[in-house]
């Protein structure tokens, strides 16, 4: 699998060190983002540039975001988004809420399917979702895809968790195709509206209440749109110069 396109604690490290460097040496780009939070400072070090860049994520600290990074989403490309969530349940009790329509009712859309690999479903949506169950393995995945060639992809697998007890951990995959990404009016950045992927923390958020009746850490959803609409910037961008030229 290609390395996934996001923030990790160490990628953000570079980057700020990266700024540093640039705003160092006195380059117009890196003096312009500099400048948005610091005016008229001639002396700056690394923890500065480390909140400029947490400013630019949409983060009130460096903490903060280095705090939220393993809650984040990542691209593993153009069109496949991927989320994790950690749940201190069983994996009977996470693939039930998973794999049973009324469950899945609570925390993310009302919907009807049968349990099967190739049944149809109907998520009650606006506009309605409709296709079929690309894979069910009990205990293991679902996925649901679509008739575009998209889907929604579940997965869950068991990690240790502290002093020696098991945790499920839930991998969400949501696959647009590479075309419809490439092809949407407005690009991969409207393709890919960052309410989209905001929005799996909140669903993500409805599931982990479900389960275990705590609230977790409020989200900002305004921040997160910034955040994710930062990261599909970079994304299109780096799209654009490694596809070939028409």
């Given at each position: 699998m290609p390395a996934p396109h996001g923030p990790n604690i160490e990628n953000l490290r570079k980057q700020a060190k990266s700024l540093l460097r640039d705003w160092q040496r006195g380059e117009s780009h890196a003096g312009e983002r500099v400048a948005a939070y610091f005016l008229d400072a001639p002396n700056l070090g690394l923890q500065n540039i480390q909140l400029v860049l947490a400013r630019e994520y949409g983060f009130n600290s460096w903490s903060a975001l280095v705090d939220f990074v393993p809650?984040?989403?990542?691209?593993?490309?153009?069109?496949?988004?991927?989320?994790?969530?950690?749940?201190?349940?069983?994996?009977?009790?996470?693939?039930?809420?998973?794999?049973?329509?009324?469950?899945?009712?609570?925390?993310?859309?009302?919907?009807?399917?049968?349990?099967?690999?190739?049944?149809?479903?109907?998520?009650r949506s606006q506009p309605p979702m409709t296709g079929t169950l690309g894979e069910y393995h009990p205990q293991h995945a679902i996925r649901f895809d679509s008739t575009d060639g998209a889907f929604w992809r579940f997965a869950i697998e068991p990690v240790a968790g502290e002093g020696g007890s098991t945790r499920m951990l839930l991998t969400v995959e949501d696959r647009m195709t590479l075309e419809s990404v490439r092809d949407f009016p407005g690009g991969p950045a409207k393709a890919w509206n960052p309410g989209v992927t905001a929005g799996w923390h909140e669903i993500l958020d409805a599931l982990e209440h479900h389960l275990t009746a705590h609230h977790p850490p409020p989200i900002d959803y305004p921040r997160l749109c910034k955040f994710y609409d930062r990261v599909i910037a970079q994304l299109a961008g780096q799209h654009r110069h490694e596809s070939p030229a028409s």
């Open positions: 809650r984040l989403g990542t691209f593993d490309d153009i069109g496949t988004f991927r989320i994790n969530r950690e749940f201190p349940v069983t994996s009977e009790r996470l693939w039930h809420a998973l794999s049973h329509p009324e469950e899945i009712e609570i925390w993310l859309l009302p919907v009807t399917f049968e349990p099967n690999t190739g049944a149809a479903y109907a998520f």
